[in-house]
């Protein structure tokens, strides 16, 4: 079946690419009416506010982009677009897409240092930024010396720069499409093991990541309100805006992930489909409770960009008051899109191990585990995940030959470890930089702390300064940790260091809220760790 109608979707698809500057253009042609709500208005046009149909979108795009014309961007040039957060930093970048300039996607929370090392790599890109980013993280940053010239977004003044919002008369063009097999999009990795790499795609290759995307997606057409609450850079919004606007689903875009925030907005629209990333899940937890019964509404849960905690899904799943609803989980990475999927009901998700991801997606990938010397291992056996299928990126700008480390004879290593189960079903171990010798595996131990200590937000093991594992936690609220509670816990896991009870907002964490371990690592090993929350 699933095959069945993935080839019905290729047959209905006029081309086999995915082209970000077409995206509002194509949705408002079959559903210009389909309803958009902000949490915020755009920083770039707020006279806008906060309603929109996809067909007022689609003119915001098209504006912008005779804007950026206007100012000088023209077909295939770079322009990396580094912001304070916001849904126009998607809007700005589906714009430059427009042009046939190839949008670059640098995340907001990345430091100044890092940026500039990845405009270096980019050789003089155009780059939109705004005042708050340039009088903050970029100052002292030689911006200047490192990009074409700097457009400002937002609507505040800086340096004599021009703005993009005070750009007026602009005629409007055609869209501008490149090759499919071109760069049209380039993303960064998440930064958890160092220096981000930045990563180019061609519309052929989201294309074999959209469409089992939209496939998984096809009971949802339609019907359900789908509120979306992620990173505006990452790969992951762009392609689920392509799935959700491909069927016309009324749209929340959200920035603000805070429960607080969270629900009344939810309470006020009633989504029947929520994506967030999965720390942001474990935060909304605490809506399952909340006045309004905020996630009654939500029929399906969609969790992807890592693996979720077992005690999250079933208190999501409580929460709901629809009929079976589902959580679906996918399992990808940045530089291949999604490997696996799996689904999981109130009942189901009681018996996941946390560890289990589902299967490998058939008919798009392919997944194999190979030991030390690259031999393909015995099923059920542990080692190294690689991947062979159309979705992987074209290179990391910069660095070919470490792209080229990555890939042989066509296999992809995933850097992740883990074993296959019968029918393909993938089961991750750890991060291959992440090992501890002590410990089997620290996802699996994190799951089990998660599960036994509802109090806690976060659970991290990593490694010590002496090669120990190391316990960092994060409390609801950041109230106290009870050392009982803990120790009874912990009494039957690997031996742990005691554990360091560390404020929630200071965990160093990429712009998809996945936690840096090494920078953990780094902190510990220069007794630079935060103090525990106030009151402990």
């Known amino acids: 079946m699933f095959l069945t109608k993935a080839s019905t979707l290729l047959r209905k698809l006029p081309e086999q690419a995915f082209y970000p500057g077409l995206l509002w253009e194509r949705a408002a042609a079959k559903f210009p009416a389909a309803p958009v709500t902000l949490d915020q208005p755009l920083a770039t046009l707020p006279e806008l506010g906060t309603d929109f149909s996809y067909a007022s979108l689609a003119d915001v795009v098209d504006d912008l982009a005779a804007r950026l014309h206007r100012l000088g961007v023209r077909p295939t040039d770079r322009v990396a677009v580094h912001k304070s957060d916001n849904f126009d930093i998607s809007l700005l970048a589906c714009a430059v897409a427009r042009v046939g300039a190839v949008p670059v996607m640098v995340s907001a ?65 055609p869209s501008v499409q490149l090759h499919a097999d071109q760069p049209v999009l380039i993303t960064h990795s998440s930064g958890t093991t160092g220096v981000s790499k930045l990563m180019v795609h061609n519309a052929r290759a989201l294309f074999h990541r959209l469409l089992p995307q939209q ?16 990173s505006f850079v990452h790969s992951r919004f762009f392609h689920s805006l392509g799935v ?38 474990v935060q909304w937890e605490d809506l399952a409770q909340a006045p309004g019964s905020p996630l009654s509404s939500v029929r399906y849960y969609s969790s992807t960009f890592d693996a979720i905690h077992p005690r999250t899904i079933q208190r999501l799943l409580a929460a709901s008051h629809r009929r079976r609803p589902l959580l679906v989980q996918l399992y990808g990475q940045s530089e ?66 470490r792209y080229l480390r990555n890939r042989t004879d066509g296999w992809w290593r995933l850097g992740d470890m883990g074993h296959l189960g019968r029918f393909g079903k993938l089961h991750l171990l750890d991060r291959e ?24 937000l976060e659970a991290v093991i990593v490694i010590g300064p002496d090669g120990e594992a190391v316990p960092v936690v994060c409390t609801r609220r950041d109230a106290p940790l009870d050392p009982e509670r803990w120790a009874r816990a912990t009494a039957d896991l690997p031996q742990l260091a005691a554990p360091l009870h560390w404020p929630f907002a200071q965990v160093p964490r990429t712009s998809t809220w996945k936690v840096r371990r090494v920078e953990i690592t780094r902190l510990l090993r220069e007794n630079a760790a935060p103090a525990a929350p106030t009151g402990n």
Not at 266 to 278: A, D, K, N, S, Y
């Open 109 to 173: 929370a990345l430091p100044g240092e890092i940026v500039a090392e990845l405009l270096g790599r980019l050789e003089q890109p155009w780059l939109i930024t705004d005042a708050a980013k340039l009088a903050g993280p970029l100052d002292g940053v030689p911006v200047g010396e490192l990009t074409r010239e700097t457009l400002l977004a937002g609507t505040a003044s800086f340096g004599g720069l021009r703005l993009i919002a005070e750009v007026t008369g602009a005629p409007r063009r």
């Open 215 to 230: 496939i998984i997606a096809w009971p949802v057409r339609r019907k359900e309100t789908v509120a979306l609450c992620m």
């Open 244 to 281: 959700f606007l491909n069927y016309g689903n009324p749209l929340l875009v959200l920035n603000n992930p805070d429960p607080d925030a969270i629900a009344p907005i939810f309470v006020r629209h009633r989504p029947g489909l929520v994506e967030t990333h999965p720390n942001n899940f």
């Open 336 to 401: 291949t899109g999604p490997i696996s999927g799996a689904w999981y009901t109130a009942k189901s998700a009681a018996k996941n191990d946390g560890r289990d991801v589902g299967h490998v997606l058939p008919g798009f990938i392919k997944v194999r585990v190979v030991d030390e010397s690259g031999r393909e291992v015995a099923k059920g056996q542990p080692g190294h995940l690689e991947l062979r299928g159309r979705s992987t990126i074209m290179t990391y700008l910069g660095e070919h030959d």
């Open 433 to 456: 930089i992440d090992r501890i010798e002590d410990v089997d595996s620290n996802l699996e131990v994190e799951d089990v702390l998660m599960s036994r200590l509802e109090e806690l």
